[in-house]
């Protein structure tokens, strides 16, 4: 091997570490973006516990709270839908760069092995 070879497979070790660590971060950024909303759906379904609880322990519910709680019951139920939906966006983009980083860290492998080779 000669160095002008050496000094080849050397920047494509740096090129390829770089797309490595690029796709590394694109999944880290996907990845929290996934648990946000995992963790907004938490919260709003520990809400509509807490909520329907508060009508399961009372004896009686004035028509003013029981509307307020209906209406929010529905409010949570199309905010459910909305997080569920952008929770299968943000997983399928998680999936896309899963994908990325899996290429990333074959180039990245591929040319360190015929640099070590030489």
Known sequence: ????????????CQITEIGWAAAGQGLRDAVA???EISGKLAALAQSRHSNLGSLNGAEQVDSGTFQFISDWLRWS????????????RRRAALEAEQAKARKAFGRREAARQLRDRG
Do not use: F, I, S
């Not at 139920?77 to 299968?88: D, F, G, I, P």
């Open 77 to 88: 139920e199309r905010e459910r839908q909305r997080l569920n939906l952008e929770l299968a």
């Open 33 to 35: 973006a996934e648990r």
């Open 1 to 12: 091997m000669t160095k002008r070879d050496k000094a080849q497979l050397d920047a494509l």
